[in-house]
């Protein structure tokens, strides 16, 4: 066990509509990233906040969206879902930029 | 062409073998390295992380890491039913983004 918790697990939706999923980062980590892994595009980073604010952005959609609150944990909202945006989600987070990064579960999003 | 390349695999060897994984990259400005374990449906779980040129050994794991050829290596000695599982190579430069590699297969046949 990472530390790193996301909810839900598991979540099904259709076509063109939003979610939210959720990541607690480990106890005392103040950077979290988002990752989208699917089968044919493997591991790719999302966007990364520290302590509240936007640190980088990688390969994400305007579609998506993502938010650090206060208590450090994260948002990811993705909207007008498509079929193609099914895939696992992961979290990940450190103590600070360029310390380690440990994942959390995943979260497993199925767009029908 | 990917700043990381990795054999998707899947690589099968016989229970207590040495497994042997590597990964090539293209970007010099890459420093730190790390290999990642995933199984099936689950958050990839850090194994070994290293800076800059050099081996290191922990446990049954060796990573390895030739800045000059770029390219790096993981090595599993007496390899288990469990470590089967894939591989993940990720590395970084003085920033924080990640960047990994497709990832490797590998299947330990008891």
């Known amino acids: 066990d990472s530390g790193v918790t996301q909810t839900p697990k598991h979540l099904i939706t259709a076509t063109g509509q939003r979610v939210t999923l959720r990541c607690s980062p480990r106890?005392?980590?103040?950077?979290v990233y988002w990752y989208q892994q699917s089968l044919d595009q493997g591991l790719q980073f999302l966007i990364q906040?520290?302590?509240?604010?936007?640190?980088a952005k990688g390969n994400i959609l305007e579609r998506f969206s993502a938010q650090q609150f206060p208590d450090l944990h994260s948002e990811l909202n993705l909207s007008s879902l498509e079929l193609g945006d099914s895939a696992l989600y992961f979290c990940?987070?450190?103590?600070?930029?360029?310390?380690?990064?440990?994942f959390g579960p995943g979260t497993r999003l199925l767009v029908l | 062409q990917k700043e990381v390349e990795q054999d998707p695999g899947p690589l099968s060897v016989p229970e207590g073998a040495i497994v042997s994984l590597n990964c090539t990259y293209s970007?010099?400005?890459?420093?730190?390295f790390m290999w990642y374990r995933q199984y099936s449906r689950k958050g990839p779980e850090l194994l070994m992380y290293?800076?800059?040129?050099g081996n290191k050994e922990d446990g049954r794991f060796t990573a390895q890491v030739d800045k000059s050829s770029k390219y790096i290596s993981l090595f599993i000695r007496d390899s288990q039913p469990s470590d089967s599982a894939t591989y993940l190579c990720?590395?970084?430069?003085?920033?924080?983004?990640?960047?990994f590699g497709g990832g490797t297969r590998v299947l330990v046949k008891p």
């Open positions: 106890s005392g980590d103040l950077s």
């Open positions: 906040y520290y302590n509240g604010e936007e640190r």
């Open positions: 990940a987070s450190s103590v600070s930029p360029s310390e380690t990064q440990y």
């Open positions: 290293t800076y800059s040129s």
């Open positions: 990720a590395m970084r430069a003085a920033g924080n983004k990640l960047t």
């Open positions: 970007n010099s400005a890459f420093q730190y």
